[in-house]
Structure formats: structure tokens, C-alpha cells
């Protein structure tokens, strides 16, 4: 059998971490994945580093632009931006009122 | 004859010439997929017709009306006496990860089902300024998650040109898929771990992965931000060339786009083999894949075709003049895929936590007593099972308390795979390569089902493909045969550092001294007693 790297209490922590939620039929399906995929990358544990293997962010060294300077630029139409949100005054983003049981939000 | 014969470099040439107008061009292809694409992917609930089940499904949108008026523009400037540009009047399809003003830029994901995007991502662009038609958005796994296109929410997925019956591969399928069934010469994809070159070798045509920020990702809905690559899927070597010259280069735009300066791809090409080093790996001719009970790895045979394919093709390049070298040592290859597991997964957690139904896409009817239930209602209900499991896998090994053990160790893991590749292409090793040659797949294409829901086995078809990400050197994969199935066998060619120029070069000179063979005038199935006959 395959350890139980993730028990149902631990995945219920990631869950809400992650800011999901999920029927029961997810949660087996996702947990039971998780584990095989733990078990596959138990083999990192055992590769033995050479001396000195610094950790690689990029595969290769940065080759990018010089960075620009740090000046704000901006987006030359920023009502089409607002006009994206499933809410907005064509001003603000839009979330619902929670001060007063979050339905009455306009 | 219709133009969807024609290379898009043969295209272009005689669009610039004033030999063909780009309108019939286009027109050409629409009437192409009105023919064999069918219906198109969507979130309704999937049709019941059986005469879709042989389609090729591989458009999200088609954008007509954007392509018509990119049409009358070259139109317009070869009328004006100005050069329209290396792509003059080619439809290009886009896969639907790259943010194109005017069309609906969905990921294949519920969340961004009405995202309209107010801006265009860099490579496409490039495409549309060089005179390129941009015909439509192509479908893929959900934000690329994948390897077989058929967990987008956005069904039905798309199929195999060449079986209806198989997957296109993924996670840039409907790319694939499209350039296979002649409808369109060239479509913009991605890869991360193998995207772009799996799916052109299940679906017969050429895919190239270039060097990590050779192509801009501005505008590309991020996975792995440090894996990503943008790319082109070609019918033929030389088309695929033509389409990196025009997206190669420097954009002010990504910070991590390379100003390394951009060879000229065309004329490289010509330069043939003769005196190039190419290597073959012990390493390469099978897969290491874990026993997902145990966690125990096992060595396993891959389909036979695709290292006789390998020999073949170093056969070829040998009597062209290439010096193959035997046993070139990879052994880190083996970790390319639990690296994997690690790295992109925390960088896809990241990049997901953007949706959250507040600013664009998705957002959940449901009542909320505050804004992290609205969070969690949104993106439970707008991300599918992959995207859910990859942002779980990501938070649990970037956690404080495991990041050693996982994140930090597959970096290092990371800089190990990228070691074999310096070795073998050391100008003053042992090897002295110029390119390593491999099978791009362990398998051609499978049957679809057979593998959706295993995130495990479906990672394993990437194993060929991921070092090249992790270490971020270019790549490109070719048709080499097909198997006794009459399915496309695809190998690939790992260069040096910003070293397209001669990966094309070897993978040119294969493919125009093996243009009379016989596996080359068989046609997929899509377009067998379809209108349209090569």
C-alpha cells in the first residue's frame, strides 16, 4: 500500500490553505493522487548530491534585460482592466458587503 | 490547388510576390476546419453526435473576423509597396494560454471562461506584425496541466489527426492537432516539461522547445514560471525556423528574456551535418518509473520503434557526414521527473493563487459570509481536479517543514541534470557534442482514457522531454516513421544554449534526405477522403 504521506488530517489543512473546497469524491481522488506522487518523488531523497551542488532557480544563468528602473508605468486603459471584474463602480473592484451577510453588495 | 498544401514559408513567398492573396489564404483554411475540426470546445455538456467523435476538435475559438482583417492589412501594405512581413498572410493558430486582445483567452479552464484579455502577449504580436493571421485559440489541458489535452473544461478535447481514437498529447494538443490536419501551417504553443514537443510527436509534426528566455512569456498565463517556453509547431523543419525568427528576441517586457543576439535560422539551415557531433545516451532508451505502491523505481522497456527510430535517424545524419557518439553518459535524466513534480508544482501553487473571482473570470453565485469563502466557492468551483491537485502538491513541498526534504533538494537535483548536458556539450570533454538525439516519447499516442486520472503514468510520458526544461537548453522534435499502428514516432535533438540554429540544421538535413520515404506520403486519418488530398 501506498504511505499515507497525506492523512485526511493534513490534507484537510492544505485544503483550506490552498482556499479550495471539495466533495468528498474530490478529496479521495486528490489525496489518493498526492500520495502516488509523494511516493514518486521519494526517490529525491535518495540521490546522493555531488559536493558543493548549489540549487538551481533557472536552468540556466540569467541572461535577461538589465532590470529597468523602478518607475511606475501605467496601463494605458485601465477602464478596460475594471471592465474585467465580475464587480466594479468602473472605479474600484467590487467584492460583496460582508458587514451585512454579504448579498446586498453593489 | 488550396493553399493548405503549402508550407507557410512557401505561403509567405508567394504572398510577398503578390502571387497570392492572403484573404483566399485564409479562406482556404477556415473552409479546412469548417471540414474537419467539428464542434468546437465549450463548457456545455458534450454533444452526443457519433460523427464528432472523428473530428479533430482542436479550436476553443475560431477568430474569422480578427484573421479577415489581418488579411486586408497585408493586403493593404502590398498595395502600399511595403513588405508585410516574414509571415505574410499565414494562419497561425495560438494556443489558448496566450493573452490575444479580441478573443477570449480561457487556459481550457472554467475560472477564465469570459476572460477578455485588454492586452496581447508578446510572441503573438510578433506573429500578427510579421503579417501572420491569427486564425483561432487552440485547446489544451487545463492551464496546460497535462499531457494528453483531455482535461480541459472546455470539451470536447481535441483528437489525433492521424487516430481519432488516440490523444493529440499535451499539454499543447489542439496545437499539434491543428498544424497536423493541414488547419493551419503553424500554431504558437508551450512547454514546460514536454509540451510542445509531446504532442508533435503523437500528432507527426515538428515542435521546437527553444532556449529558456530565447521567446518572450509576457502575456503567457503562467505554470512554471521558471520551465515556461513558448514556441513553434510546424509541419516542417524549415516552417518552424521561419516562426522562431520572428518570435526570437528580447522584450523589454520579461525580465527574464535573453539579449542574446538572434541568428538567422533560414540560412543556418543550409549549412548541413557534415563534421557535427551527435550524441546517443544508454540513458535514453528506457524509462525509470516508480511502483506508485512503493515508491520503488524499476527500469522499463519503452515501444521498440522509438530507439530503432533513434538508430535510424543517427544512420542518416552518419551518411550525411555527422560523427555519432555512442554512450553518452545522462544519468541524471532519471531525476528529470521527481525534480518535476517538485519545482513546477510550487510554481504553479504560486501562480494560481491569482484567481480568486475579484478582479477578472470566474467569480461563485453562492452566498458568502466573507471574502475567503468567496475565494474558496470561486475557485472550487471554477479550477478542475488538475489544477486542485497541482496547487495542493505545491503548497505541501514549499511548506516550511518539508522544504528541504523537497523544494531545495530538487533544485539542486536541477543543477545536477544540467551538469550532464554541460559535460556532454563541453567543447574541451570527452563528447564535444553538438547535439544529443533521442526518442521524444516512450510511446506514441495512447488511447484516449487509458491513462486521464493516473497523474502519475501521465506525468511519465514527459520523461524524454523534462530534462530540457530543467535545464533550460532548446530542443526540437521531428517525425521520424510511424509505427505498426500507423502512428507518428517522433525524435528529438537537445542543443547547446541559445543553439537553435543547429538543432534545426541536424534536424533539417534528416528530413530533407528521408522527403522520399515512404512513411511520409501516408496521410492521418483526418484528411483521408476529406475534400482535401495531398
Given at each position: 500500500m501506498t504511505p499515507d504521506y497525506i492523512t485526511p488530517e493534513l490534507f484537510a489543512k492544505l485544503v483550506t490553505l490552498a482556499a479550495l473546497e471539495l466533495t468528498p469524491e474530490e478529496s479521495e481522488y486528490l489525496r489518493t493522487e498526492l500520495n502516488h506522487q509523494l511516493a514518486a518523488v521519494k526517490e529525491l531523497s535518495e540521490i546522493k548530491l555531488a559536493e558543493g551542488v548549489q540549487p538551481s532557480l533557472h536552468g540556466l544563468d540569467c541572461q535577461g534585460n538589465p532590470p529597468r528602473p523602478d518607475e511606475w508605468l501605467p496601463f494605458p486603459d485601465s477602464a478596460a482592466i475594471l471592465a474585467l471584474a465580475p464587480e466594479s463602480n468602473g472605479e474600484y473592484f467590487h467584492v460583496p458587503d460582508f458587514r451585512r451577510g454579504g448579498e446586498e453588495a453593489k | 490547388m488550396s493553399s493548405i498544401q503549402l508550407s507557410a514559408y512557401q505561403i509567405a513567398q508567394k504572398v510577398r510576390a503578390g502571387l497570392l492573396s492572403p484573404l483566399e489564404v485564409l479562406e482556404d483554411h477556415l473552409k479546412q476546419i469548417a471540414a474537419v475540426d467539428g464542434v468546437p470546445g465549450s463548457l456545455e455538456p458534450k454533444t452526443s453526435d457519433p460523427a464528432e467523435e472523428s473530428k479533430v476538435h482542436a479550436f476553443i475559438e475560431v477568430s474569422a473576423d480578427l484573421a479577415r482583417r489581418q488579411a486586408e492589412q497585408v493586403r493593404a501594405r502590398l498595395e502600399r509597396g511595403e513588405d508585410p512581413g516574414l509571415l505574410a498572410g499565414v494562419p497561425v493558430s495560438i494556443k489558448d494560454i496566450f493573452c490575444v486582445q479580441g478573443t477570449t483567452t480561457t487556459a481550457a479552464s472554467r475560472i477564465l471562461y469570459n476572460f477578455r484579455p485588454p492586452y496581447t502577449a508578446t510572441t503573438v504580436e510578433r506573429l500578427a506584425q510579421a503579417g501572420a493571421l491569427i486564425i483561432g485559440k487552440t485547446n489544451l489541458d487545463e492551464f496546460t496541466y497535462g499531457s494528453s489535452s483531455e482535461s480541459s473544461a472546455f470539451q470536447p478535447h481535441p483528437n489525433n489527426p492521424w487516430n481519432t481514437e488516440?490523444?493529440?498529447?499535451?499539454?499543447?494538443?489542439?496545437?499539434?492537432?491543428?498544424?497536423?490536419?493541414?488547419?493551419?501551417?503553424?500554431?504558437?504553443?508551450?512547454?514546460?516539461?514536454?509540451?510542445?514537443?509531446?504532442?508533435?510527436?503523437?500528432?507527426?509534426?515538428?515542435?521546437?522547445?527553444?532556449?529558456?528566455?530565447?521567446?518572450?512569456?509576457?502575456?503567457?498565463?503562467?505554470?512554471?514560471?521558471?520551465?515556461?517556453?513558448?514556441?513553434?509547431?510546424?509541419?516542417?523543419?524549415?516552417?518552424?525556423?521561419?516562426?522562431?525568427?520572428?518570435?526570437?528576441?528580447?522584450?523589454?517586457?520579461?525580465?527574464?528574456?535573453?539579449?542574446?543576439?538572434?541568428?538567422?535560422?533560414?540560412?543556418?539551415?543550409?549549412e548541413g551535418v557534415r563534421g557535427m557531433r551527435i550524441g546517443i545516451s544508454p540513458d535514453y532508451d528506457h524509462i525509470t518509473y516508480p511502483d506508485t505502491l512503493t515508491g520503488e523505481m524499476s527500469i522499463q522497456a519503452i515501444q521498440p520503434e522509438m530507439n530503432t527510430s533513434v538508430r535510424a535517424v543517427a544512420e542518416v545524419l552518419a551518411q550525411l557526414g555527422a560523427e555519432i557518439v555512442e554512450n553518452v553518459p545522462m544519468p541524471n535524466a532519471r531525476h528529470g521527473i521527481p525534480a518535476y513534480f517538485v519545482i513546477s508544482r510550487v510554481e504553479a501553487a504560486s501562480n494560481l493563487h491569482r484567481f480568486d473571482g475579484v478582479k477578472y473570470g470566474y467569480r461563485a453565485r453562492k452566498p458568502a459570509l466573507d471574502l475567503s469563502e468567496l475565494y474558496r466557492a470561486t475557485r472550487a468551483e471554477g479550477f478542475g481536479l488538475q489544477p486542485k491537485l497541482r496547487i495542493l502538491m505545491g503548497m505541501y513541498v514549499s511548506a516550511a517543514q518539508h522544504s528541504a526534504q523537497y523544494y531545495q533538494k530538487a533544485l539542486r537535483v536541477r543543477s545536477m541534470i544540467r551538469s550532464d548536458f554541460e559535460r556532454a556539450f563541453d567543447p574541451n570533454g570527452a563528447y564535444r557534442l553538438d547535439a544529443l538525439l533521442t526518442p521524444t516519447t516512450p510511446t506514441t499516442a495512447f488511447r484516449r482514457g487509458e491513462v486521464m486520472g493516473d497523474s502519475v503514468l501521465m506525468q511519465y510520458s514527459d520523461q524524454m522531454t523534462v530534462a530540457g526544461n530543467h535545464a533550460g537548453i532548446p530542443a526540437v522534435s521531428i517525425p521520424a516513421g510511424l509505427d505498426p499502428q500507423g502512428l507518428p514516432i517522433g525524435v528529438q535533438f537537445f542543443g547547446m544554449d541559445f543553439r537553435e540554429d543547429i538543432i534545426l540544421r541536424a534536424a533539417y538535413a534528416y528530413e530533407q534526405a528521408t522527403r522520399d520515404a515512404e512513411w511520409r506520403a501516408v496521410q492521418p486519418q483526418a484528411l483521408r477522403g476529406s475534400e482535401v488530398k495531398a
Open positions: - | 488516440r490523444v493529440t498529447g499535451g499539454s499543447s494538443g489542439g496545437s499539434a492537432a491543428s498544424v497536423a490536419a493541414r488547419e493551419v501551417p503553424l500554431s504558437l504553443g508551450t512547454d514546460t516539461g514536454g509540451s510542445i514537443r509531446q504532442p508533435a510527436a503523437f500528432c507527426g509534426v515538428v515542435g521546437l522547445k527553444p532556449t529558456y528566455g530565447r521567446t518572450s512569456r509576457y502575456g503567457l498565463i503562467a505554470f512554471g514560471s521558471s520551465l515556461d517556453c513558448p514556441g513553434p509547431l510546424a509541419r516542417d523543419v524549415r516552417d518552424a525556423a521561419l516562426m522562431l525568427q520572428v518570435l526570437a528576441g528580447a522584450d523589454p517586457k520579461d525580465s527574464t528574456s535573453a539579449v542574446a543576439p538572434v541568428p538567422d535560422y533560414l540560412a543556418a539551415l543550409e
